[in-house]
């Protein structure tokens, strides 16, 4: 689960990391009202569940309340688009109005989970500001990662040691520490995945703090989590993947136009991965999962038909659990339920009475291709996408 901006600074100030003094506004009256509270240079900050906001417009620094309320006027309302969010972008409803600050240093400061050392590792740089992609690209010398053991946590030597090859001032090197310390703090005990102060800033005040924050929480830990759990805003949410979540489908919605519907996360990545040998590209992940009934079979394939941009679908299905009969019949229900949207499927079925569901689909009048083999499946993808 992801949370905003705003979201994320009250969490960080109350773990002691300071962030810049801040207003939320909603409306364009209340971003005047922000803006006059603070004084002096504002920066207009749109909240929205994505990075990369500075270079597609959503973020403004504005010098008084009139002018924060018409950068306001602009942002509200409107669809944001960045080079992490799709060509429609996501809606801005709310907007943080903060103290502009004067920088006179941009840095990363960044933790994520890492399976190969198996814990959390901090990510820094002194090349903050940019997307840590291109400090990667363009300056990899500059990436320092700090692998931490779970057991022992941040020891301040830790801290000190990535301030001195951050190049921080002497007086800076305690202070930083105490802030790396403390996000690992946050960081664990918020159950996140990632979490990334990109830029934390150098002031000409000297002082250090969090000008971005961006913290994402693992799903399946939100259940202790209740306070991040209230925190979700559903309008930067693909509505699909709500509604998927509702059934316990785990589907993520993708670029390309081939449905794939599959059970087992590992064979849907193999199924995608076909999809795009075949030329085509999948239009989404979706994981029925192991004990799946008519009803979310059903479901399933609906969610993959409301999208748009799909052409065919591919169903990729090893019965065990998930008996093919019942897939089979989900299938049938939903093209009952969705006549008008019905596209044509490819579809590959083994296991567990596979005989008994492919009789059923070849009965059912549905324009279906059986295939045997997943070569098969590329080969009728290919003809039917092109
Ligand atoms: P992002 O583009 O979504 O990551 O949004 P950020 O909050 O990181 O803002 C992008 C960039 O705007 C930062 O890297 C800064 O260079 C700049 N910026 C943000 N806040 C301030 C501020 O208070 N003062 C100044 N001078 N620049 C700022
Ligand atoms: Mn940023």
Do not use: W
Request: aromatic letters at 4%; hydrophobic letters at 45%; a negative charge.
């Amino acid at each position: 689960m992801k949370l905003h901006e705003y979201q994320t600074k009250q969490i960080l100030k109350k773990a002691g990391i300071p962030v810049p003094e801040g207003h939320i506004a909603k409306t364009t009256s209340e971003a005047a009202t922000a803006a006059f509270d603070i004084g002096g240079k504002v920066v207009v900050k749109a909240q929205v569940h994505a990075g990369g906001r500075g270079k597609g417009g959503g973020i403004k620094i504005v010098d008084s309340p009139g002018a924060a309320e018409s950068t306001a006027k602009e942002m509200l309302g409107s669809h944001l688009v960045t080079f992490q969010t799709g060509p429609d972008g996501v809606p801005v409803g709310t907007l943080l109005i903060e103290e502009a600050l004067s920088i006179t240093k941009e840095i990363y400061l960044g933790m994520v989970i890492d399976g190969a050392s198996k814990g959390v590792v901090i990510i820094a740089s002194e090349a903050g500001g940019m997307d840590i992609e291109e400090i990667a690209e363009i300056a990899p010398e500059k990436i320092i990662q700090v692998p931490i053991d779970p057991i022992i946590g941040v020891q301040p030597f830790i801290g000190r040691k990535i301030a001195y090859e951050l190049n921080f001032p002497q007086t800076l090197i305690r202070p930083m520490t105490g802030i790396i310390q403390n996000l690992y703090k946050v960081f664990t005990q918020s159950d996140a995945s990632l979490i990334e102060i990109n830029p934390l800033v150098i002031t000409s005040d000297d002082e250090i703090i969090a000008a971005d924050a961006k913290l994402d929480v693992d799903d399946d830990a939100i259940f202790r989590q209740k306070n991040i759990a209230n925190m979700a805003d559903p309008s930067q949410e693909d509505p699909l993947e709500i509604e998927a979540k509702l059934f316990d489908i785990n589907y993520v919605k993708l670029d390309g136009n081939v449905g794939c519907i599959v059970n087992g996360a590992g064979l849907a990545m193999a199924t995608m991965d076909v999809t795009s040998a075949a030329g085509a590209a999948p239009a989404n992940f979706l994981d029925i999962g192991g004990g799946a009934d008519e009803e979310k079979v059903s479901k399933a394939l609906k969610i993959v038909l409301t999208d748009k941009s799909v052409k065919a679908v591919l169903v990729n299905l090893f019965g065990g659990i998930l008996r093919c009969d019942v897939a089979a019949r989900g299938f049938v229900l939903a093209a009952q339920e969705m006549p008008e949207a019905i596209r044509p499927m490819v579809v590959r079925m083994l296991g567990t009475n596979s005989e008994e569901g492919r009789e059923i689909l070849s009965k059912s009048g549905l324009s279906i291709n059986l295939v045997e083999t997943l070569d098969e499946a590329a080969d009728k993808i290919q003809e039917i996408t092109r």
